[in-house]
């Protein structure tokens, strides 16, 4: 049996300790184009941005206690661009560009007291000269002293910007680039003693003293753990660096360093950056390995990790990269969020309930915080975790993993226990000195998966399991498998914010253009008429819905008239952080098929580059995928040179040449790209270039990308319209293991697979002998197509109310994302589908139905 034994004695609490041991909760990481589209939500369904941010920093209990930024370069750092503050070292720093420091000031408009945080990630362009070393692996002795004061202004400059724009002053700064592999001491110590001592060039009105208070993080490494060891043995370093934290990685280092940090010298330790759950807990539950709520990179993995860094390196806070991802999914590490937010034109947004609620276990049962804040403590003597792993903790699951929490006069507390195994565990618990009386009742609260397929998929979530009056100061509890429970003194039973209730969004999911009679499905010619007169200039330029992939695309007013302008030069190039790819962007909605886009731009004929090829503009079609940040992402790609040449291109590879003699590159073009079934048409000024017939594998769906060469390429106007007005459009997308899918007979579910599969899940279907290998839904509409890579040659049955209409038919393999099936031509109306596996292996990753 599952046993274990352990002492809840208040006299073990340690006070004393400053923020080494007080619980802080969660925080939200902006970073890496990550929070973009909320500039949209914003503008577009105010209701929404607020019911995201009350959702993560409201209440009583608020989940986020700190707000991290991380400074961009103009460059893709994984999942896309943040803008730079600064273009060049005497510009003025301009906090409206990106949605990290106005995200800041609208957080704490509802939690006063949120901290913040903001370090890089890469160099800007005016800084990559002097910083080129930094990427050597001795960067701190590397890099000349000389480029020291340039970056600390690049800071400076900023944090003076929040403040005039927002009214905030940050709280810390890591000095040091994210993520680095060789921790820069000599930089970090000099950029302390430089922001300790600076009293020069500050606005009037400007509070000095709070800047020169602010303090040092370090220094952000991903895995690696080398810099607790520079702290233990450099007492200057750790007077000047009062916190420190790393990346997904639980444990600590060889000779445990920061744990000798916050035990011996009081310093806080971060889980800088971690994970939020992967494949929303809705589509877990019916995962065929029965691990309901639980298993790798779920709600209680991350719990477990929460645990587990504490008691193996002393981590009070933890990250999440990110907490709500505002992108276009398909970039690099889509499906990772608490909420997603990708639907700005209709306010919809979708909550991982089940992942939210197993941090809620945590934030709800302890005031989380700083020192003087009066926050919980945590007690050290009454936490463990044996599970395995040091970043998904995926083995000896079965071992013990729990946690106490203390208010500091010891009133009151709270033990927070999970169990990510098939079999139950119980605790017997010791109480004493601790509680307003002796043995003070515990009320337990329990979140675990549904009873059996007809519940819901949060019918279980955090409810009150079962109320325990202990005995002598003896308590024992039982976690059941695959569950997290809190035992807590607190008497919440009748806090609304603690009982469970299933949080979305008020506001419908709908395609971007369906309900355009004119058959317009976006269009934008940058003037913003129909806004107020501060919309662009609150967003930084910022063209609505638009996401940047690579370089910078602002709205910017020439001769009278606002229009999109590609900012960044070859001169003006970020150091990058690990790669990035040409200027470009990524706009609309995956549901858009059968359509043309047509843009009006100028090329840029004065900047002059030794890059004879990369004077280019580019339009791509379909772009379901985008983890490298490329304009070739898209499938179909369409590039027209400033010397007439042009290429068409599928699938990175190309297809066509052309030619437009003549090109005048100071004059306005029409460049128009389209893909009508399995046509593609491209066009510059009227002139055909390309007719182009996609007999291998087409493509079918997807969003459209933008891009150019590292020039100041002008787009003038944008539009996007149906080929056939009357044609049709994705409706709506069933993910496989969505509820309104109905399986029988052979099929395997798997989820927590890559950021290319929908909502990182598939499902396996192999014929069995009965052919009742079959998956069936309704929709309304005239047509559906099932989507998936197909590993393997297989062949269905496809029978439409009753009717067969495909005895045997033959998927094509289909991209990821992409279409392998598609059945159109129905009668508009209710349709009942069902869908056999015949022969062969087949794969499922979603369904889209065409209205």
Not at 361 to 386: I, P
Not at 403 to 426: H, Q
Not at 725 to 753: A, K, M
Not at 761 to 770: E, N
Request: proline share 4%.
């Amino acid at each position: 049996m599952n046993e274990t034994n352990f002492v809840i004695d208040g006299n073990q609490l340690d006070t004393n300790a400053l923020n080494a041991n007080t619980f802080k909760g969660f925080g939200y990481l902006s970073c890496n184009n990550s929070s973009r589209l909320l500039l949209d939500y914003k503008w577009e369904h105010q209701d929404s941005y607020h019911q995201i941010l009350q959702i993560l920093f409201g209440g009583k209990h608020p989940l986020m206690r700190m707000l991290k930024v991380e400074m961009g370069d103009d460059a893709n750092t994984s999942s896309g661009t943040e803008p730079a503050t600064m273009r060049s070292a005497d510009d003025q720093a301009n906090v409206r560009r990106g949605a990290g420091f106005q995200l800041i000031a609208d957080a704490k408009a509802i939690q006063p007291e949120l901290k913040t945080c903001v370090l890089r990630w890469g160099e800007p362009g005016f800084l990559r000269k002097r910083w080129f070393n930094v990427k050597t692996t001795d960067p701190n002795n590397q890099v000349d002293d000389q480029a020291y004061e340039p970056m600390y202004q690049w800071y400076k400059k900023t944090i003076i910007a929040a403040y005039q724009e927002y009214g905030y002053l940050i709280d810390y700064v890591d000095p040091d680039r994210n993520e680095t592999k060789h921790p820069m001491t000599k930089w970090i110590k000099w950029f302390a003693n430089r922001i300790a001592n600076d009293q020069s060039e500050f606005p009037s009105g400007f509070p000095i003293d709070a800047y020169q208070r602010i303090k040092l993080i370090a220094a952000d490494e991903n895995y690696e753990t080398d810099f607790g060891d520079s702290m233990i043995a450099d007492k200057d370093l750790r007077i000047k660096v009062p916190a420190v934290g790393f990346h997904y990685n639980t444990n600590d280092g060889r000779h445990k360093p920061f744990t000798k940090l916050a035990d011996y010298f009081n310093h806080e330790v971060w889980y800088s950056e971690g994970i939020a759950p992967m494949t929303f807990g809705k589509y877990r539950v019916k995962a065929s390995n029965g691990d309901g709520i639980g298993g790798v990179q779920s709600g209680l993995d991350v719990a477990n990790r929460l645990i587990k860094s504490y008691v193996e390196s002393r981590r009070s806070l933890y990250i999440f990269q990110p907490a709500v991802s505002a992108y276009y999914p398909g970039v690099n590490y889509s499906h990772k969020e608490l909420i997603a937010a990708s639907r700005p034109w209709s306010g919809y947004f979708a909550v991982d309930n089940v992942g939210l609620q197993c941090m809620k276990h945590f934030s709800d049962f302890a005031k989380a915080g700083w020192d003087d804040e009066n926050a919980w403590r945590y007690l050290t003597s009454a936490c463990d975790s044996g599970v395995g792993g040091t970043e998904n903790l995926d083995h000896r699951t079965t071992a013990p993993s729990y946690m106490t929490l203390m208010a500091p006069d010891k009133s009151n507390y709270s033990v927070i226990m999970v169990n990510d195994s098939g079999e139950p565990r119980t605790y017997r618990i010791q109480i004493k000195n601790v509680g307003r009386q002796l043995n003070q009742k515990l009320t337990v609260w329990q979140s675990i998966g549904p009873k059996d397929a007809a519940d819901s998929y949060d019918s279980q979530m955090k409810q009150i399991r079962e109320t325990i009056t202990p005995i002598d100061g003896r308590a024992k509890i039982t976690v059941n498998p695959h569950s997290i429970v809190t035992a807590t003194t607190l008497e919440l039973t009748h806090d609304d914010e603690v009982v469970y209730h299933r949080l979305q969004s008020t506001h419908d999911d709908y395609t971007l253009g369906i309900n355009n009679d004119q058959g317009i499905l976006y269009e934008d010619d940058f003037q913003y008429q129909d806004y107020p007169k501060n919309y662009l200039k609150s967003r930084g330029g910022t063209p609505r819905y638009t996401a940047d992939q690579g370089g910078a695309f602002e709205v910017v007013n020439r001769n009278g008239k606002n229009v999109m302008v590609q900012q960044i030069t070859e001169k003006q190039r970020a150091l990058d952080w690990e790669y990035s790819f040409a200027p470009n962007l990524t706009f609309g909605d995956d549901k858009w098929t059968d359509y043309v886009v047509d843009v009006s731009m100028k090329f840029d004929d004065q900047t002059l580059q030794n890059s004879p090829t990369g004077n280019y503009f580019g339009i791509g079609l379909n772009e379901m995928t985008d983890v490298k940040g490329r304009l070739e992402s898209a499938p179909y790609v369409f590039k027209l040179f400033t010397d007439g040449s042009c290429q068409l291109i599928k699938d990175d590879r190309i297809v066509e040449l052309g030619y437009v003699d003549s090109l005048d590159v100071s004059q306005n073009h029409h460049v128009s790209f389209s893909d009508d079934g399995n046509q593609l048409k491209a066009s510059v000024d009227g002139k055909i270039v390309f007719n182009y017939v996609d007999t291998d594998n087409p493509h079918f769906s997807g969003r459209v990308k933008l891009g150019s060469g590292y020039y100041h390429t002008q787009i003038n106007q944008i539009s996007v319209r149906k080929i056939h007005q009357n044609g049709p459009l994705i409706s709506r997308r069933f993910d496989n293991l969505d509820d309104g899918l109905v399986y029988t007979g052979n099929w395997e579910h798997v989820c927590g697979l890559g950021n290319t599969k929908w909502n990182r899940t598939l499902s396996y279907g192999q014929p069995a002998v009965d052919n009742s290998t079959a998956v069936a839904f309704d929709f309304t509409g005239t047509g559906f197509s099932l989507i998936g890579t197909q590993e393997s040659v297989s062949h269905l049955q496809v029978v439409v109310d009753g009717t067969i209409l495909h005895w045997n038919y033959q998927p094509q393999k289909g991209g990821e994302r992409s279409e392998n099936t598609i059945i159109t031509g129905l009668s508009v109306g209710k349709h009942h589908v069902q869908v056999t596996v015949i022969a062969g292996k087949y794969t499922l990753d979603a369904i889209d139905t065409i209205a």
